[in-house]
């Protein structure tokens, strides 16, 4: 019984390359959540989707970020043009519902690092 | 704007002490608070919650106070361990909303032997 998902785990890009995180939630979830942790920081909401939907982008700075739930698939979070500020751990998390779930379960992160 | 502050940054306690760690928050419409615990290279994992309700919950050597006039909420670690030395997160976030958490910036602990 797998938790959630993420790969790849660390990923390595230098300056104005492409970064693509995947996420695939626990069994049962259709609700997916993207939280970015900076170094020393606590989590910061990005993102909630449903299959196919965004719920919720309020988090997600307004440019070269974008993300996605695919109807088949795993929901992937999509940095272009990466900056060194975009360095970080990348958290997905899925709940078995929205409101009034409140329990939310983490995947062991995508940490980014830009050269 | 952070919406809920957390203290200390850092914690050192001896093994078989009692770890306190504090949040603070503004927004009176969270109604759920969640204690989340991480440790290196691993992703939060929940740990304990509390609804303001009631004033505190108990779960084995975890137990967390809520205040809900302070607004300020605590996390408390009875006869700490090593194996609890690990970094913790409290949130807030509001029921009739999704699921979006509003975390502190984290506490460090370390539990020396």
């Known amino acids: 019984n797998a938790g959630v998902m993420q790969n790849p785990r660390h990923l390595v890009r230098r300056r104005g390359q492409e970064a693509r995180l995947r996420c695939s939630p626990m069994?049962?979830?259709?609700?997916v959540y993207w939280y970015r942790q900076l170094p020393e920081e606590g989590l910061k909401f990005m993102v909630y989707?449903?299959?196919?939907?965004?719920?919720?982008e309020s988090g997600m700075p307004k440019e070269r970020f974008s993300a996605e739930f695919p109807k088949e698939g795993p929901s992937i979070l999509r940095i272009q043009q990466v900056v060194r500020g975009d360095s970080a751990a990348y958290f997905c998390?899925?709940?078995?519902?929205?409101?009034?779930?409140?329990?939310?379960?983490f995947g062991a992160g995508s940490r980014l690092t830009v050269l | 704007q952070q919406q809920v502050k957390q203290s200390p940054q850092s914690l050192i306690v001896q093994k078989g002490g009692i770890s306190i760690i504090n949040c603070a928050y503004e927004?009176?419409?969270?109604?759920?608070f969640p204690w989340y615990q991480q440790f290196p290279g691993k992703g939060p994992a929940l740990l304990i919650a509390?609804?303001?309700?009631?004033s505190e919950k108990k779960e084995g050597r975890f137990t967390i106070s809520f205040n809900k006039s302070a607004k300020q909420f605590s996390l408390h670690i009875m006869d700490s361990q090593p194996g609890d030395s690990a970094t913790y997160f409290c949130?807030?976030?509001?029921?009739?909303?999704?699921?979006?958490?509003?975390f502190g910036s984290g506490t460090k602990l370390n539990v020396k032997p």
């Open positions: 509390i609804r303001p309700d009631v």
């Open positions: 069994k049962g979830h259709s609700h």
């Open positions: 949130a807030a976030s509001m029921m009739g909303n999704f699921n979006k958490f509003y």
């Open positions: 998390a899925s709940s078995s519902q929205g409101a009034g779930a409140n329990v939310l379960t």
């Open positions: 989707l449903q299959k196919e939907n965004i719920i919720d």
């Open positions: 927004n009176t419409a969270f109604d759920y």
